[in-house]
T-cell receptor, first 111, second 117 residues
Framework: GDSVTQMEGPVTLSEEAFLTINCTYT??????LFWYVQYPGEGLQLLLK?????DKGSNKGFEATYRKETTSFHLEKGSVQVSDSAVYFC??????????FGAGTRLTVKP | GAVVSQHPSWVICKSGTSVKIECRSL??????MFWYRQFPKQSLMLMAT?????????EQGVEKDKFLINHASLTLSTLTVTSAHPEDSSFYIC?????????????FGPGTRLTVL
């Protein structure tokens, strides 16, 4: 079945550092790919998404490119801030199926 | 934008009691809603898919008699945790699926934190 594997955390960075959180997927067809963010004590929020190969999703300085050849959707940000501290989930959905999530990566950004 | 609400946002109950959690799509109709459970520092785990007017589809390992799901209308799905025990303490999140304009999007509720004493 469809699945998502993402980089294990936790990840601790200094402010203004470059962030990469790896995400790879397994799917039978052509899924839509998502990154969700969960701030402490809150529910999930959609961060960005891409629905087809080579699409780049971007939001709040975060980017991820749908790479079909490597079945990846890595999340990147050039300069993280303390306020980016959260748990990030990679996810996919395919057709009429439900959403499958990765395990989540906890990011802590220190001043 | 589309909004999904959950009620209550948190609940504390005694062991052996039942707790009902509501998930509402406030400004759109959702034929499909999903219920997730999140353990501390872990990912969401899909519990069941709730379809309006029909029985829910449960994921393997989820007890359907313990986690009762009712999707009585296009804007409301309920999850009832029956005879709750401390191990049921968790963060429960619902999502509602919106199909519009050729797009298929899920919107998540804010979650309900259940603590069973």
């Amino acid at each position: 079945g469809d699945s998502v594997t993402q980089m294990e955390g936790p990840v601790t960075l200094s402010e203004e550092a470059f962030l990469t959180i790896n995400c790879t997927y397994t799917a039978t067809g052509y899924p839509s790919l998502f990154w969700y963010v969960q701030y402490p004590g809150e529910g999930l929020q959609l961060l960005l998404k891409a629905t087809k190969a080579d699409d780049k999703g971007s939001n709040k300085g975060f980017e991820a490119t749908y790479r079909k050849e490597t079945t990846s959707f890595h999340l990147e940000k050039g300069s993280v801030q303390v306020s980016d501290s959260a748990v990030y989930f990679c996810a996919l959905t395919e057709g009429n199926n439900d959403m499958r999530f990765g395990a989540g990566t906890r990011l802590t950004v220190k001043p | 934008g589309a909004v999904v609400s959950q009620h209550p946002s948190w609940v504390i109950c005694k062991s052996g009691t039942s707790v009902k959690i509501e998930c509402r799509s406030l400004d759109f109709q959702a034929t499909t809603m999903f219920w997730y459970r999140q353990f501390p520092k872990q990912s969401l785990m899909l519990m069941a898919t709730s379809n309006e007017g029909s029985k829910a589809t449960y994921e393997q390992g989820v007890e359907k008699d313990k986690f009762l799901i009712n999707h009585a209308s296009l804007t409301l799905s309920t999850l009832t945790v029956t005879s709750a025990h401390p191990e049921d303490s968790s963060f429960y999140i619902c999502s509602a699926r919106l199909l519009a304009g050729g797009k298929d999007t899920q919107y998540f509720g804010p979650g309900t934190r259940l603590t069973v004493l």
